[in-house]
């Protein structure tokens, strides 16, 4: 059998039907206010993301930038070891050359 409102209406009882009365009137002056309230809090919330958005965008740039140069001193490195046993056999040449 489908519920009939009269079930609700017993099962709820009297505080739960004035709960329900008072929802229903106070749902038009409640509801503006909630969305008074919490329009602000919501653009602050935003404009504290933008915020965070904006510092962590130039931490990361910065930290790029740092990784670009650590990137550039270890090739720099790589190739002057490469370097670096060409050299060492030129001057043992020379040395036992001389």
Do not use: C
Not at 11 to 19: K, S, V, Y
Not at 81 to 97: C, F, R, T, Y
């Amino acid at each position: 059998m489908a519920p009939k409102i009269t079930d609700f209406v017993e099962d709820a009882g009297a505080p739960g039907i004035i709960a329900g009365i008072g929802a229903v009137i106070l749902a038009p002056v409640v509801i503006p206010v909630v969305a008074g309230v919490g329009k602000p809090i919501a653009k602050s919330l935003i404009k504290g993301g933008l915020v965070l958005y904006e510092k962590s965008k130039g931490a990361f740039a910065e930290l790029g930038e740092t990784w670009e140069d650590m990137v550039a001193e270890a090739r720099a490195e790589l190739a002057e070891s490469k370097q670096l046993p060409a050299v060492e056999a030129a001057d043992n040449i020379s040395d036992n050359g001389a």
